[in-house]
């Protein structure tokens, strides 16, 4: 089924997802404009909304199918009927359209939520496959909970839904419980162990409450996952979702991995600023990535280490991921090859013993103000140059 068995496919759901933070809701235009800007990305999947649920995210899918061409578009639904054809009818104008269909896999789920059985579940979970097949030939099956699913009835729930048409299982650690190494060994034992997993894709779906979603996710593609649910600055529920940022970087920085995405990392910078604007959701300083600290330097063995080799202390070129640049931060941490780095770009060429005065001066400053701008080293130089 896998044209390219290294190509991992970018499913984004910012726009489902992400936006069910409280008090990040979009308007329809909204969600059209981040849906343009994630396929100018070059995401391979957006899911547009759960059609069922609001009036609102029924249109929005509708217009979102009309204005995308490239990248498949998903519509969420529950195991039911009534969810299905709305999706469905919310879907008619989608040129690769997906049904995003399941139901609980764990016990907790299925006795606490559903109230259920192991077997009246994985009934509905197939009756919904096949209903949504009636409807379109991309249909994705989440089990949720799969994280604390019991694995052997997962793997039987799987290779029923692949067997009932689904072309993708969606195995999401809902909660954000499992270790790296044991969401791993969920994917590696329906790698091996479901007769029919080759007529599928395999998605993680990871959920950030122990900060674990995106090597959560990694772990996942390293053992035979080839599609990564995620969010831009890893907006979503509670703690937030894998952060797509993060993995596609890290794939792209870790080429052992020998696994690579369609997406144009030079646009992450923008579409993580355009995000963050459109749902008041300010960006961490110190997020990975995009983190307005990300490329930003103060420490003084650091900034030496910099100056001398880049590599010394960055993995990754700010403008590979569309970063205006590096920066050398002054503070009361920085050290006299920081100082000389920001005179010399202001056209203060000093030799050595005058640099030494207006280090020690530049000292005394730091330690009283938060940050040191150009207007403060042109002072400082003024002040001793009289």
Same mark, same amino acid.
């Given at each position: 089924?896998?044209?390219?068995?290294?190509?991992?496919?970018?499913?984004?759901?910012?726009?489902?997802?992400?936006?069910?933070?409280?008090?990040?809701?979009?308007?329809?235009?909204?969600?059209?404009?981040?849906?343009?800007?994630?396929?100018?990305?070059?995401?391979?999947?957006?899911?547009?909304?759960?059609?069922?649920?609001?009036?609102?995210?029924?249109?929005?899918?509708?217009?979102?199918?009309?204005?995308?061409?490239?990248?498949?578009?998903?519509?969420?639904?529950?195991?039911?009927?009534?969810?299905?054809?709305?999706?469905?009818?919310?879907?008619?104008?989608?040129?690769?359209?997906?049904?995003?269909?399941?139901?609980?896999?764990?016990?907790?789920?299925?006795?606490?939520?559903?109230?259920?059985?192991?077997?009246?579940?994985?009934?509905?979970?197939?009756?919904?496959?096949?209903?949504?097949?009636?409807?379109?030939?991309?249909?994705?099956?989440?089990?949720?909970?799969?994280?604390?699913?019991?694995?052997?009835?997962?793997?039987?729930?799987?290779?029923?839904?692949?067997?009932?048409?689904?072309?993708?299982?969606?195995?999401?650690?809902?909660?954000?419980?499992?270790?790296?190494?044991?969401?791993?060994?969920?994917?590696?034992?329906?790698?091996?162990?479901?007769?029919?997993?080759?007529?599928?894709?395999?998605?993680?779906?990871? /959920?950030?409450? %122990?900060? !674990?979603? #995106?090597?959560?996710?990694?772990? @996942?593609?390293?053992?035979?996952? =080839?599609? +990564?649910?995620?969010?831009?600055?890893?907006?979503?529920?509670?703690?937030?979702?894998?952060?797509?940022?993060?993995?596609?970087?890290?794939?792209?920085? /870790?080429?052992? %991995?020998? !696994?690579? #995405?369609?997406?144009?990392?030079? @646009?992450?910078?923008?579409?993580? =600023?355009? +995000?963050?604007?459109?749902?008041?959701?300010?960006?961490?300083?110190?997020?990975?990535?995009?983190?307005?600290?990300?490329?930003?330097?103060?420490?003084?063995?650091?900034?030496?280490?910099?100056?001398?080799?880049?590599?010394?202390?960055?993995?990754?070129?700010?403008?590979?991921?569309?970063?205006?640049?590096?920066?050398?931060?002054?503070?009361?941490?920085?050290?006299?090859?920081?100082?000389?780095?920001?005179?010399?770009?202001?056209?203060?060429?000093?030799?050595?013993?005058?640099?030494?005065?207006?280090?020690?001066?530049?000292?005394?400053?730091?330690?009283?103000?938060?940050?040191?701008?150009?207007?403060?080293?042109?002072?400082?130089?003024?002040?001793?140059?009289?």
């Amino acid at each position: 089924m896998l044209h390219d068995p290294n190509k991992v496919y970018i499913f984004d759901t910012t726009l489902r997802d992400g936006e069910q933070v409280p008090g990040c809701q979009l308007d329809t235009n909204q969600k059209i404009d981040i849906a343009k800007s994630l396929e100018r990305l070059g995401v391979d999947v957006i899911e547009a909304g759960f059609p069922v649920s609001s009036p609102g995210d029924f249109n929005s899918v509708i217009e979102l199918s009309k204005a995308v061409n490239d990248p498949i578009i998903c519509a969420l639904t529950r195991a039911n009927k009534n969810d299905i054809d709305v999706a469905a009818d919310a879907l008619r104008y989608a040129k690769r359209p997906r049904i995003h269909t399941g139901i609980g896999a764990s016990d907790m789920h299925i006795k606490t939520k559903f109230n259920s059985t192991r077997e009246e579940i994985l009934a509905r979970g197939v009756e919904a496959v096949k209903y949504a097949k009636k409807y379109v030939e991309d249909v994705e099956f989440y089990a949720e909970d799969a994280g604390r699913a019991d694995i052997q009835f997962l793997a039987k729930m799987v290779e029923s839904v692949i067997a009932a048409g689904a072309t993708v299982v969606n195995i999401p650690d809902t909660n954000g419980y499992c270790l790296p190494d044991q969401y791993g060994s969920k994917i590696l034992y329906l790698k091996e162990n479901v007769k029919n997993i080759d007529k599928a894709i395999i998605s993680v779906h990871c /959920h950030n409450d %122990l900060g !674990l979603a #995106t090597a959560n996710s990694i772990a @996942g593609l390293q053992n035979g996952a =080839r599609q +990564v649910e995620c969010t831009i600055n890893g907006i979503g529920e509670r703690a937030g979702n894998t952060s797509m940022e993060e993995v596609v970087m890290i794939l792209k920085t /870790h080429k052992s %991995l020998n !696994l690579h #995405t369609q997406i144009n990392t030079q @646009g992450f910078y923008d579409i993580s =600023r355009h +995000v963050s604007q459109q749902m008041h959701m300010p960006v961490q300083p110190n997020k990975a990535i995009v983190g307005g600290n990300a490329f930003s330097h103060s420490s003084g063995i650091h900034q030496d280490g910099f100056l001398k080799n880049r590599e010394n202390y960055e993995i990754i070129k700010p403008e590979d991921v569309g970063f205006p640049s590096a920066a050398i931060v002054l503070t009361a941490r920085s050290g006299r090859h920081a100082l000389k780095h920001h005179l010399d770009r202001l056209g203060h060429n000093l030799e050595k013993a005058h640099l030494d005065i207006v280090y020690q001066q530049f000292l005394i400053l730091a330690d009283s103000k938060q940050g040191i701008d150009d207007h403060d080293l042109n002072q400082l130089v003024a002040l001793h140059l009289a």
